[in-house]
């Protein structure tokens, strides 16, 4: 049996050795100019302050901009979309529900995991 102390010594070696790389947050957040691309995929044109302003809210999150983009996809006023726009936005609610309840739906998800007995 494998402990805590295992794992991390196990990753502390394979680090030193250059075979493992951390990813963290800042490493998958979108840059400004990643999401002027993105926007413009979708056809999307915003002043650099509102997308600015929509990565800021967005904490750079992919999917949090691409459900952005696509609310914004044939709005009237991009501009002031973008100003007032904030995690609480329907679209993104309800993606985030959808994504809770698929993922509640995975066999064993909720499943209490047997933990090991100590010696």
């Known amino acids: 049996m494998h402990c805590a102390l295992d794992a991390a010594a196990s990753r502390g070696r394979l ?7 951390d990813i963290r947050a800042a490493d998958l957040r979108f840059t400004l100019a990643e999401a002027g691309e993105l926007f413009g995929a979708t056809g999307v044109r915003l002043s650099e302050a509102a997308l600015a302003l929509l990565v800021e809210r967005a904490e750079g999150w992919a999917a949090g901009l691409r459900l952005a983009a696509l609310s914004l996809a044939g709005h009237e006023d991009p501009e002031r979309f973008a100003a007032e726009f904030c995690g609480s936005e329907r ?6 529900l959808a994504e809770a309840v698929a993922r509640a739906r995975t066999p064993g998800l909720l499943a209490p995991s047997p933990s090991p007995r100590a010696p």
């Open 15 to 21: 680090r030193l050795e250059g075979e493992l790389t």
């Open 91 to 96: 679209t993104v609610a309800e993606y985030l």
